[in-house]
Antibody, heavy 121, light 107 residues
Framework: EVQLLESGGGFIQPGGSLRLSCVAS????????MSWVRQAPGKGLEWVSG????????YYADSVKGRFTISRDNSKNTLYVQMNSLRAEDTAVYYC??????????????WGQGTLVTVSS | EIVMTQSPATLSVSPGERATLSCRAS??????LAWYQQKPGQAPRLLIY???TRATGIPARFSGSGSGTEFTLTISSLQSEDFAVYYC?????????FGQGTKVEIK
């Protein structure tokens, strides 16, 4: 059974940093692209960042480029996103999502339950 | 960035009726279009990918069609568990983008 378990969310002041983690199980982690997708309270889905199975290729939404860094440790089956210079508009539930192919840009066939990040003074 | 526009924003349907949801892309996304269902407090669930391929375990009452810039999700006979928000997503170009969602509510 595929499982994705996010952690690391919490309350942080504007300008602060946070690192989210997503531990994966039930599939060959290194063989799949992974992404972070967020959802602000009461809003729709926004793709944030993606990474290829090998970790070689990374992609970012313009809204987070230069502030967020996605990475993965295939030996630990874990996906990360380092979030710096956080803003109020980064407040959201952050989902880890698995692509259904080795490509980063695949549809997301499994999602974690999400971790809430709240940026506020 | 490819803008995905869904219509209508809200669709009121009676159980057993047919629901048709639309998604338009600002430029061609080929067939690289997916649909997701999200219920309150839950993560999204993949329904359809490649425009018309049902994901594992998705009932046959869900079907997708279209190509290029115009796409449709059809739910042939709405069940109580189908009332939710539906999102389309293109994965043809970076950045990946979602539509704003269509809420299917009970009439």
């Amino acid at each position: 059974e595929v499982q994705l378990l996010e952690s690391g969310g919490g309350f942080i002041q504007p300008g602060g940093s946070l690192r989210l983690s997503c531990v994966a199980s039930g599939f060959t982690f290194r063989a799949h692209g992974m992404s972070w997708v967020r959802q602000a309270p009461g809003k729709g889905l926004e793709w944030v960042s993606g990474i290829s199975g090998s970790g070689t290729n990374t992609y970012y939404a313009d809204s987070v480029k230069g502030r967020f860094t996605i990475s993965r440790d295939n030996s630990k089956n874990t996906l990360y996103v380092q979030m710096n210079s956080l803003r109020a508009e980064d407040t959201a539930v952050y989902y880890c999502a698995k692509a259904n192919s080795p490509a980063v840009a695949g549809p997301f066939d499994y999602w974690g339950q999400g971790t809430l990040v709240t940026v506020s003074s | 960035e490819i803008v995905m526009t869904q219509s209508p924003a809200t669709l009121s349907v009676s159980p057993g009726e047919r629901a048709t949801l639309s998604c338009r892309a600002s430029q061609s996304v080929s067939s690289n279009l997916a649909w997701y269902q999200q219920k309150p407090g839950q993560a999204p669930r993949l329904l359809i990918y490649g425009t018309s391929t049902r994901a594992t375990g998705i009932p046959a009452r869900f079907s997708g069609s279209g190509s290029g810039t115009e796409f449709t999700l059809t739910i042939s006979s709405l069940q109580s568990e189908d009332f939710a928000v539906y999102y389309c997503q293109q994965y043809n170009n970076w950045p990946l983008t979602f539509g704003q969602g269509t809420k299917v509510e009970i009439k």
